[in-house]
């Protein structure tokens, strides 16, 4: 069972926009602003998309953007294309005795 | 650009240790904090834990007792150690670079290598 809760399954038409979520507890996302988010295609290694809530490394589209609401952390993809349809994954920066990072168990994203 | 390539064996025996290696090229190691995450097949990520070009560790909690990442600047790479394995084990393993220079780990990976195979089995 993974740390962070995401929902294993999400679509939208091409042009769409649509928005994962990614929920935690204040001892992880709602407490420290180091919330990821990570694309990955099958077989090929995860992407960075968004780190520490809404930065997005050079080269990302700004159609993926983040935001974070007390415990819980989001992606939104807006303007869907075909190439968005992949596996996307949060994690953040869990602070207790014993600080590390923890992820998501994944969200199927597919573009219909 | 920096590139990072993992290597060690694919087939390890239940409670051996699993060694792996992660070099570093078009860049140097100093500098980062450099992580280990692994899949396991058909499921999500999970956290192993990083070292600082310095020195310093963190690890996942859950893993804590078994694991061990080192790091050769003179070679530019970092490694893993793994002992005890089990069938639980078996995962595609990652290497990765945080996404800050600094000391202070910015949790987030932009740079990873493609990942190596490695399966737990007599």
Same mark, same amino acid.
């Given at each position: 069972?993974?740390?962070?809760? =995401?929902?294993?399954?999400?679509?939208?038409?091409?042009? =769409?926009?649509?928005?994962?979520?990614?929920?935690?507890?204040?001892?992880?996302?709602?407490?420290?602003?180091?919330?990821?988010?990570? =694309?990955?295609?099958?077989?090929?290694?995860?992407?960075?998309?968004?780190?520490?809530?809404?930065?997005?490394?050079?080269?990302?589209?700004?159609?993926?953007?983040?935001?974070?609401?007390?415990?819980?952390?989001?992606?939104?993809?807006?303007?869907?294309?075909?190439?968005?349809?992949?596996?996307?994954?949060?994690?953040?920066?869990?602070?207790?005795?014993?600080?590390?990072?923890?992820?998501?168990?994944?969200?199927?994203?597919?573009?219909? | 650009?920096?590139?990072?390539?993992?290597?060690?064996?694919?087939?390890?025996?239940?409670?051996?240790?699993?060694?792996?290696?992660?070099?570093?090229?078009?860049?140097?190691?100093?500098?980062?904090?450099?992580?280990?995450?692994?899949?396991?097949?058909?499921?999500?990520?999970?956290?192993?834990?990083?070292?600082?070009?310095?020195?310093?560790?963190?690890?996942?909690?859950?893993?804590?007792?078994?694991?061990?990442?080192?790091?050769?600047?003179?070679?530019?790479?970092?490694?893993?150690?793994?002992?005890?394995?089990?069938?639980?084990?078996?995962?595609?393993?990652?290497?990765?670079?945080?996404?800050?220079?600094?000391?202070?780990?910015?949790?987030?990976?932009?740079?990873?290598?493609?990942?190596?195979?490695?399966?737990?089995?007599?």
């Amino acid at each position: 069972q993974s740390a962070l809760t =995401q929902p294993p399954s999400a679509s939208g038409s091409p042009g =769409q926009s649509v928005t994962i979520s990614c929920t935690g507890t204040s001892s992880d996302v709602g407490g420290y602003n180091y919330v990821s988010w990570y =694309q990955q295609h099958p077989g090929k290694a995860p992407k960075l998309m968004i780190y520490e809530v809404t930065k997005r490394p050079s080269g990302v589209p700004d159609r993926f953007s983040g935001s974070k609401s007390g415990n819980t952390a989001s992606l939104t993809v807006s303007g869907l294309q075909a190439e968005d349809e992949a596996e996307y994954y949060c994690s953040s920066y869990e602070g207790s005795n014993n600080p590390h990072v923890v992820f998501g168990g994944g969200t199927k994203l597919t573009v219909l | 650009q920096v590139q990072l390539q993992e290597s060690g064996p694919g087939l390890v025996k239940p409670s051996e240790t699993l060694s792996l290696t992660c070099a570093v090229s078009g860049g140097s190691i100093s500098g980062y904090h450099w992580s280990w995450i692994r899949q396991p097949p058909g499921k999500g990520l999970e956290y192993i834990g990083y070292i600082y070009y310095r020195g310093r560790t963190n690890y996942n909690p859950s893993l804590k007792s078994r694991v061990t990442i080192s790091v050769d600047t003179s070679k530019n790479q970092f490694s893993l150690k793994l002992s005890s394995v089990t069938a639980a084990d078996t995962a595609v393993y990652y290497c990765a670079r945080d996404v800050g220079s600094g000391d202070v780990s910015r949790d987030a990976f932009d740079i990873w290598g493609q990942g190596t195979m490695v399966t737990v089995s007599s």
